[in-house]
């Protein structure tokens, strides 16, 4: 009895024990978040029990074995007051605007109809799980909010979507606002109204979003080109994120955008078909940026007014980077995209320390992991094991790379693998970045009603 108890305790030492429910265990800065721990997991039978569940005060493994639809249950606001931003120039193919915060100021208004229901999250309390059944866990209409001081929450294997995807502001898919203890993972994102991640202004604390999907494709495009402009923006003071393993793709911008004073460690994901750009890195941030594929993106990294500090992992600087911080350091590759840069050794020597379990791999491996890992209903129990301890397993295809320093062997894929530094002019010519309009400077604006983000952005 007392060797399995301190079996028990060397384990939980250890941050293996998985929360009853979840498969596996957070790698990064959010590693030890435990979400509802040992709560018997459960099934809450309609939107009302799952809203109940979520922001009680008992700790909850929470399953989300269907779609549970809040389309409606909060009522329309009919003939409201919208806008039409100057970035609409395609009418019912662009999204217009909700006047949130009187953000519409100058521009022409309209009437509209939407969803009240997405323009603000589900209300989350802490020590929550919250886990998808298979690929069946929906939540549709409607967001999760994280705020006040709320901690250790995972959200795993469900898709949130249509939150008002007509309309910039018709909701947020994750918002954290002032929480700690985080993971984000195997969660997709589509078809909403603004951000599908947002963090700020008060710290998000200790994140970790992995295996996640951001499926960008919309019929509603700010950017005019069916694809979605507001996908990941971290503003959270002092935010610790480890951002791995995911699949964003079909986007136009933010993806993400960063600023005030956070840690983001970007490293094995795959962007695929980015129209606009992917990393904003703004004031004070501190962007580590490594082994991932930027595949089409006409600009991985756009070029800030006020540029924070971003170590973006080359062929030429992962020397810097090992001799800094005493591991190999994996390059990023692009592939028929723009170009990604940043070698401030300040990144490396102030990175923070708690970033635990994390397994950078090459480039050359991510694509076809982060293709058969990423978003929901790829949870599996053969699978189980192997995602926890080895993230991206040897057995998956493996690319070949064209560039310096590539090890793997595998059939060269004809759309030309090449890693930075080997940059090509391949490159396809840039498209034009939306025109930003005067009047709606960079301002805080707290307080108004669903805690978006009026004033910001490029229009
Ligand atoms: C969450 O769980 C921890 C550990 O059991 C506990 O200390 C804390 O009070 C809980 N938080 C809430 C809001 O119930
Ligand atoms: C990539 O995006 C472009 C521009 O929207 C589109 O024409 C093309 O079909 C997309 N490619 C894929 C494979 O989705």
Request: glycine content about 14%; some cysteine.
């Amino acid at each position: 009895m007392s060797f399995i108890k301190s079996l028990v305790a060397a384990v939980a030492l250890l941050g293996t024990v998985q929360a009853a429910g979840v498969t596996g265990t957070p790698v990064g800065f959010a590693s030890g978040t435990t979400g509802g721990g040992n709560a018997a997991a459960a099934a809450p039978s309609d939107i009302t029990e799952l809203t109940k569940w979520l922001g009680d005060s008992t700790p909850r493994t929470i399953l989300i074995d269907k779609e549970f639809n809040y389309l409606s249950s909060q009522g329309k606001c009919t003939d409201c007051k919208c806008c039409v931003p100057d970035s609409n120039t395609c009418g019912s193919a662009g999204q217009n605007a909700i006047d949130n915060s009187d953000w519409c100021g100058s521009y022409p208004t309209t009437t509209c109809t939407y969803d009240k229901a997405g323009l603000e999250g589900i209300t989350v309390a802490s020590n929550k799980s919250i886990v998808g059944v298979g690929s069946e866990g929906v939540i549709r209409g409607k967001g999760l909010l994280m705020k006040n001081g709320v901690s250790n929450v995972i959200i795993q294997n469900i898709h949130i979507t249509e939150l008002n995807p007509q309309f910039i502001w018709g909701g947020d898919a994750i918002t954290l606002d002032g929480t700690d203890k985080i993971w984000i993972d195997h969660v997709k994102v589509s078809l909403v109204g603004r951000q599908m991640f947002v963090s700020g202004y008060e710290s998000a604390g200790k994140v970790t979003i992995s295996n996640s999907e951001f499926d960008g494709r919309t019929s509603w495009s700010s950017s005019c080109d069916g694809h979605h402009y507001w996908t990941v923006l971290g503003y959270g003071k002092g935010d610790h994120v480890t951002f791995t393993g995911n699949y964003i793709h079909h986007t136009s911008g933010r993806s993400p955008k960063l600023e005030f004073a956070n840690y983001w460690h970007a490293y094995n994901n795959y962007w695929f078909n980015n129209t606009g750009h992917a990393f904003d890195v703004g004031e004070n941030v501190n962007a580590f940026i490594e082994g991932n594929v930027f595949h089409q993106v006409d600009t991985p990294m756009l070029t800030d007014s006020k540029p924070g500090a971003t170590f973006a992992v080359t062929t030429s600087t992962q020397s810097t980077c090992k001799s800094a911080i005493g591991r190999t350091c994996s390059a990023n590759t692009l592939v028929q995209s723009g170009k990604i840069s940043g070698s401030d050794e300040s990144v490396l020597k102030n990175w923070p320390s708690g970033e635990t379990g994390i397994n950078v791999v090459e480039a050359t491996r991510v694509r076809s992991s982060v293709l058969s890992n990423a978003g929901v209903g790829k949870l599996s129990s053969s699978k189980r094991r192997r995602d926890r301890e080895f993230p991206f397993a040897p057995s998956l295809p493996i690319l070949s790379s064209a560039g310096p320093g590539a090890s793997a062997v595998g059939p060269r894929p004809t759309w030309g693998w090449k890693t930075v530094g080997a940059q090509s002019s391949a490159t396809p010519s840039a498209t034009p970045e939306p025109v930003q309009s005067a009047g709606f400077g960079h301002g805080h604006r707290h307080g108004h009603g669903h805690g978006g983000f009026g004033g910001f952005g490029w229009f």
